[in-house]
């Protein structure tokens, strides 16, 4: 059950685009279209912004966009604002588990 | 509005046991699955445990299999955690989730405060 791998930063510029990727294995990511991204604010509780690798819930704006190819998923975050700065999480199904990755912490510059 | 609410984090000596309480409200509790999520000081996100909908089936993490026993009362709106020979290890922040759909696959799509589970003596 070894942890998805994320880059531990990433930054933009408000406006900006910034792409998050997550690396599993064929038995994880490449193998289910179970692929989440949650948005974690310290204090508070994680948001999930995608699931089913890319779909998004009600309220979750169009600027969150994710995808799938091969082991590797990816998060999108178009038009940068200042909120979107905070720990991005990705998980994925793998069968019998759940396994999240280790985080991204996204700043917005 | 969906409301999750955790109880009975609190201090534990190691190898000692502690049960966690989430009452449901909001939502159909007995047509979704229900998950547990850690977060230890300083550390990322860790999925701990899931339970399907009807109870009949149950998931857990390398790191507290055999610890650990997840279940729920759907009369009752209440999901648990029952965790025993606790470890300094299992120190963190455990969250409560509702899961999309009847089956667990990670999509937690609602989430509770959190409860601080802290081990040590």
């Known amino acids: 059950q070894s942890a998805l791998t994320q880059p531990p930063s990433a930054s933009g510029s408000p406006g900006q685009s910034v792409t998050i990727s997550c690396t599993g294995t064929s038995s994880d990511v490449g193998n289910y279209n179970y692929v989440s991204w949650y948005r974690h604010h310290p204090g508070k509780a994680p948001k999930l912004m995608i699931y089913?690798?890319?779909q998004r819930p009600f309220g979750v704006p169009a600027r969150f966009s994710g995808s799938k190819s091969g082991n590797t998923a990816s998060l999108t975050v178009s038009g940068l604002q200042a909120e979107d700065e905070a720990d991005y999480y990705c998980?994925?199904?793998?069968?019998?588990?759940?396994?999240f990755g280790g985080g991204t912490k996204l700043t917005v510059l | 509005e969906v409301q999750l609410v955790e109880s009975g984090g609190g201090l534990v000596q190691p190898g000692k046991s502690r049960r966690l309480s989430c009452v449901a409200s909001g939502f159909t509790f007995n047509t979704y699955a229900m998950t547990w999520v850690r977060q230890a000081p300083g550390r990322g996100l860790e999925w701990v445990s899931g339970i399907t909908s009807g109870g009949g089936i149950t998931y857990y993490a390398d790191s507290v299999k055999g610890r650990f026993t997840i279940s729920r009362d759907n009369s009752k709106n209440t999901l648990y955690l029952e965790m025993s020979s606790l470890r300094t290890e299992d120190t963190a922040v455990y969250y409560c989730?509702?899961?999309?759909?009847?089956?667990?696959?990670?999509?937690?799509?609602?989430w509770g405060q959190g409860t601080l589970v802290t081990v040590s003596s």
């Open positions: 989730a509702q899961d999309l759909s009847f089956a667990v696959a990670g999509d937690l799509v609602s």
């Open positions: 089913e690798v890319n």
């Open positions: 998980s994925s199904f793998a069968g019998s588990f759940v396994v």
